[in-house]
């Protein structure tokens, strides 16, 4: 039987279910609760400012999001449509289909903390230095070019609905993790799933935390490519050099600005590729290994 194509129109007119904004009401709710019991409890777990600069960039994001939903959509179906082969939409498909994009948002998350440039699409979700229900909206508004690391979900043949749905599914699940609240789970969620008790270890700058705790829906990915790390000391949140700025311009483009200008002042084109390509938490030493080189 040959392979049902798909074009742009008929998955634009497939009146896909948009998961996320059925849950948004339910997550701001939550966030209110959050922030209220941390003022009560007087555990400073919230700052109004921080806040509000969280849910404005989630809000522009989302917007972002919808303006280049035919883009976004094209890229997929272009990949799909090429391969020769497809997995029928069952319920098995969206369990491979979840872990499949799950496998590969470890490492396109691996990456976006390895190297310079995909880190500036990611700082944007680190630069806070609290940890609550609303960081989870701090998605940085470059972050949409990471959508080439899920080509390879459409290539394998999972059926563009699946794709779209279980992506979803996967964003959606990044919420409840980003909360001080709950604390460690029994063992048997703890050794599969992702839980607050290893987002925390993530978002935090302690050396010992450092690039640990890639994983998105699943941890087992980290314990299988070394990169696991549990929670030990209390957390000390945002990135080893802060921003110090409210403006969610400033928090979605300082790294990119810092490249702009750490470029501008390469003096040889391998600085110039160092210093965009770089391993972020190794970039100071790189460029005092370049300033000596220059004396």
Not at 34 to 52: G, M, R, V
Not at 237 to 256: A, D
Request: charged residues 20%.
């Amino acid at each position: 039987m040959q392979k049902e194509k798909f074009t742009l129109e008929q998955v634009l007119n497939m009146d896909l279910p948009n998961i996320i904004l059925y849950a948004a009401p339910v997550m701001f709710l939550l966030v209110g609760l959050e922030w209220y019991f941390s003022i009560k409890k007087k555990q400073n777990f919230y700052d109004a400012k921080d806040t509000l600069a969280a849910t404005t960039i989630g809000l522009v994001n989302v917007g972002i999001s919808a303006a280049i939903k035919v883009i976004t959509f094209s890229i997929i179906l272009y990949f799909y449509n090429i391969v020769p082969w497809s997995i029928p939409p069952t319920w098995w498909s969206f369990i491979l289909c979840l872990i499949w994009i799950d496998f590969w948002r470890y490492w396109a998350h691996r990456v976006a903390h390895e190297n310079r440039f995909w880190w500036a699409t990611h700082v944007t979700h680190h630069n806070s230095e609290k940890y609550n229900w609303s960081v989870s909206f701090r998605l940085g508004w470059t972050q949409h070019i990471k959508i080439v690391f899920f080509i390879p979900v459409v290539l394998v043949g999972f059926h563009p609905v699946v794709f779209f749905i279980c992506h979803q599914i996967e964003v959606l699940y990044q919420f409840w993790i980003h909360t001080e609240y709950i604390r460690k789970l029994p063992k048997p969620i703890e050794y599969i799933f992702t839980t607050p008790s290893h987002h925390r270890v993530h978002h935090a700058r302690n050396e010992k935390y450092l690039d640990k705790n890639y994983g998105s829906t699943f941890i087992f990915w980290d314990r299988i490519f070394g990169t696991f790390q549990p929670e030990e000391e209390q957390a000390d949140y945002g990135i080893t050099k802060p921003v110090n700025s409210y403006n969610p311009i400033t928090l979605c483009f300082h790294e990119w600005a810092d490249i702009v200008k750490d470029v501008k002042n390469s003096k040889s084109l391998k600085e110039a590729y160092t210093m965009v390509f770089a391993r972020p938490s190794k970039l100071e030493l790189k460029k005092k290994e370049f300033k000596k080189l220059k004396v």
